[in-house]
């Protein structure tokens, strides 16, 4: 069984910064990706940023140039850094592992004001 936990969300004015976080934890021994995706009410999930477990990247257009994905291997845990929020990026963010298969955390929620 895998376990996935999300943890960074908050309220955040236009502009600002927030860091998430996502740890996977119990089988992972193939793990091989994690990422974010994220959900706005009335809207499809959506990918976020994701990174394989030799470094390789793939960022929304929407958000290049202002989120940052990285992972910690050792400790299966990937972060995304969120600069320069709009209030569009306001959703529930969920995190993913692949072991080979997605397991997903419960979400966090990102709010962004005006």
């Known amino acids: 069984q895998v376990q996935v936990v999300e943890s960074g969300g908050g309220l955040v004015q236009a502009a600002g910064s927030l860091r998430l976080s996502c740890s996977a934890s119990?089988?992972?021994?193939?793990?091989?990706?994690m990422g974010w995706y994220r959900q706005a009410p009335g809207k499809q999930r959506e990918l976020v940023a994701t990174?394989?477990?030799?470094?390789?990247?793939n960022y929304a257009e929407s958000v290049k140039g202002r989120f940052t994905i990285s992972a910690d291997n050792a400790k299966a845990t990937v972060y995304l850094q969120m600069n320069s929020l709009k209030p569009e990026d306001t959703a529930v963010y969920y995190c993913?592992?692949?072991?080979?298969?997605?397991?997903w955390g419960r979400g966090t929620q990102v709010t962004v004001t005006p």
């Open positions: 993913y592992a692949r072991v080979p298969y997605n397991c």
């Open positions: 119990g089988s992972i021994f193939s793990l091989n990706a």
């Open positions: 990174i394989t477990s030799n470094g390789v990247t």
